[in-house]
């Protein structure tokens, strides 16, 4: 079974950073895409999740942000968000997802098989 816990959320002022983790088991990551979304407060119910960055087996990376940076350790099967010059507008719920490799777009929730539970991010201003 494969399950992903994310931890490192929490409140900070704008400007400041925060690292999120995602532990994964049940799956080895250097194998498969790994990915971050978030959801921010108030969304419009039906709406995706928003691509913040992913990983792939080869580690390659993609991201909407250049603030923020994936990574991963594959001894620790973890990967990793770091974000700095946080905003107020990045408050949300982000999730850590994984998937199979196929040669769709890491950007689309949709292709993702396994998502974490989340963790809360609140930036303050």
């Known amino acids: 079974q494969v399950q992903l816990v994310e931890s490192g959320g929490g409140l900070v002022q704008a400007g400041g950073s925060l690292r999120l983790s995602c532990a994964a088991s049940?799956?080895?990551?250097?194998?498969?895409?790994m990915g971050w979304f978030r959801q921010p407060p108030g969304q419009a119910p039906g709406k995706e999740r928003e691509f913040v960055a992913a990983i792939n087996w080869r580690g390659a990376v993609d991201s909407v942000e250049g603030r923020f940076t994936i990574s991963r350790d594959n001894a620790k099967n973890t990967v990793y968000l770091q974000m700095n010059s946080l905003k107020p507008e990045d408050t949300a719920v982000y999730y850590c997802?994984?998937?199979?490799?196929?040669?769709?777009?890491?950007?689309?929730?949709?292709?993702?098989?396994?998502w974490g539970q989340g963790t809360q991010v609140t930036v303050s201003s």
């Open positions: 997802a994984s998937r199979p490799r196929t040669a769709s777009t890491m950007r689309e929730p949709a292709g993702y098989d396994y």
């Open positions: 049940g799956r080895t990551i250097g194998s498969y895409i």
